[in-house]
T-cell receptor, first 112, second 109 residues
Framework: DAEITQSPRHKITETGRQVTLACHQT?????MFWYRQDLGHGLRLIHY???????NKGEVSDGYSVSRSNTEDLPLTLESAASSQTSVYFC???????????FGPGTRLTVL | RKEVEQDPGPFNVPEGATVAFNCTYS??????FFWYRQDCRKEPKLLMS???SGNEDGRFTAQLNRASQYISLLIRDSKLSDSATYLC??????????FGQGTTLQVKP
């Protein structure tokens, strides 16, 4: 069965370190998205991609970057982790027929 | 003003009750509409898409009013397992989704 996975599921890191969160989907979807979810803010879009070599900034992109070298993966990198980036991160993907997005299980990141 | 607004609740209802959630959106160019369900500490999952003609899936009925930019979700005969957060979601034709903050439902025995 097609799926979308994220790793690691939990991560604790220190301020200033570079961190990369992985997202892998086997739906063969062109569109992939990264969100963060915090109490009081709901889901906020960080970056998204409509296909290989395409990346776009979302509403909260500062301090984050992504790259899309193949259809299946969209890793999210925190260049220099900050305590404000402590959050739950969800990756999602969607096809081109409708806008339904399928979500990964999430990564809980703590920055100390 | 938020692009998608929902009453955060919580809604506390007894088993068997009927409960309705409402949502308004600000972008009249929105193309697609959804209700997602999110259980505590888990990923959002699609509950149902929302169509202009209204649609029903078992105990769940969704309605869309484009003129008023208003979406609703009705749950009949509530079950304990319906306890979750319900996210109202709208999308433009770009594929990007805008999520409301969610409405929390707690169904009590």
């Amino acid at each position: 069965d097609a799926e979308i996975t994220q790793s690691p599921r939990h991560k604790i890191t220190e301020t200033g370190r570079q961190v990369t969160l992985a997202c892998h989907q086997t739906w063969n979807h062109n569109n992939m998205f990264w969100y963060r979810q915090d109490l009081g803010h709901g889901l906020r879009l960080i970056h998204y991609s409509y296909g290989v070599q395409d990346t776009n900034k979302g509403e909260v992109s500062d301090g984050y970057s992504v790259s899309r070298s193949n259809t299946e993966d969209l890793p999210l990198t925190l260049e220099s982790a900050a305590s404000s980036q402590t959050s739950v991160y969800f990756c999602a993907s969607s096809g081109v027929i409708n806008n339904e997005q399928f979500f990964g299980p999430g990564t809980r990141l703590t920055v100390l | 003003r938020k692009e998608v607004e929902q009453d955060p609740g919580p809604f506390n209802v007894p088993e068997g009750a009927t409960v309705a959630f409402n949502c308004t959106y600000s972008n009249s160019a929105s193309q697609s509409f959804f209700w997602y369900r999110q259980d505590c500490r888990k990923e959002p999952k699609l509950l149902m898409s929302v169509y202009s003609s209204g649609n029903e899936d078992g105990r769940f009925t969704a309605q869309l009013n484009r003129a008023s930019q208003y979406i609703s979700l009705l749950i009949r005969d509530s079950k304990l397992s319906d306890s979750a957060t319900y996210l109202c979601v709208v999308a433009a034709n770009t594929g990007k989704l805008i999520f409301g903050q969610g409405t929390t439902l707690q169904v009590k025995p």
